[in-house]
T-cell receptor, first 111, second 113 residues
Framework: GESVGLHLPTLSVQEGDNSIINCAYS??????FIWYKQESGKGPQFIID?????DKRQGQRVTVLLNKTVKHLSLQIAATQPGDSAVYFC??????????FGGGTRVLVKP | DGGITQSPKYLFRKEGQNVTLSCEQN?????MYWYRQDPGQGLRLIYY???????QKGDIAEGYSVSREKKESFPLTVTSAQKNPTAFYLC????????????FGSGTRLTVV
């Protein structure tokens, strides 16, 4: 399949463990953040989002944490599965402007 | 089901040729975008359009052209002026520029032969 991001930072995690993917954003005025998952040869898929008036949001097996003080966003995946192997991108938005995407992190799940 | 469709999935181009990548959405989104993705890099914005008959250059517009004659369609032409066109191209759409409902297509892999 298509190889996306040969030189991206890589997180190797044992199946069943929790994964934490980090993202530093640049604009202190950003008020909306999204995490995407991209599998090889496919387009990015929405995972979870969070607005700047929140510091935590949970979905199914995923949690996003937002620390506005240090401009840091993280995605936690509980009980990581082989199907979680992908490249994960964060994106930030300042109201009325386009999304700005981070460089991505590759997650490899070891059986 | 509503969605965004890119075609073809794979495209081969001879040097010196122009090629057009298709992007169609039935989400009733006003804004549409084209991104280029290379190994080791994130998404780079080529062009975007907020409304029909209007579009703006992104960060790497040189060698590309677009049109937005219909709300549903935002085709991208890779011209012979693009010196390194081999890449994975992604189309996206959203209700507005603020990112809510941002949806990607499945991508087109363009290879110059």
């Amino acid at each position: 399949g298509e190889s996306v991001g040969l030189h991206l930072p890589t997180l190797s995690v044992q199946e069943g463990d929790n994964s934490i993917i980090n993202c530093a954003y640049s604009n202190s005025a950003s008020d909306y953040f999204i995490w995407y998952k991209q599998e090889s040869g496919k387009g990015p898929q929405f995972i979870i989002d969070i607005r700047s008036n929140m510091d935590k949001r949970q979905g199914q097996r995923v949690t996003v944490l937002l620390n506005k003080t240090v401009k840091h966003l993280s995605l936690q995946i509980a009980a990581t599965q082989p199907g979680d192997s992908a490249v994960y991108f964060c994106a930030e938005n300042v109201a009325g402007n386009k999304l700005t995407f981070g460089g991505g992190t590759r997650v490899l799940v070891k059986p | 089901d509503g969605g965004i469709t890119q075609s073809p999935k794979y495209l081969f181009r001879k040097e010196g040729q122009n090629v057009t990548l298709s992007c169609e959405q039935n989400l009733n989104h006003d804004a549409m975008y084209w991104y280029r993705q290379d190994p080791g890099q994130g998404l780079r914005l080529i062009y975007y359009s907020q409304i029909v008959n209007d579009f703006q250059k992104g960060d790497i517009a040189e060698g590309y052209s677009v049109s937005r004659e219909k709300k549903e369609s935002f085709p991208l032409t890779v011209t012979s002026a693009q010196k390194n066109p081999t890449a994975f191209y992604l189309c996206a759409s959203s209700k507005g520029l603020d990112g809510y409902g941002y949806t990607f297509g499945s991508g087109t892999r363009l290879t110059v032969v």
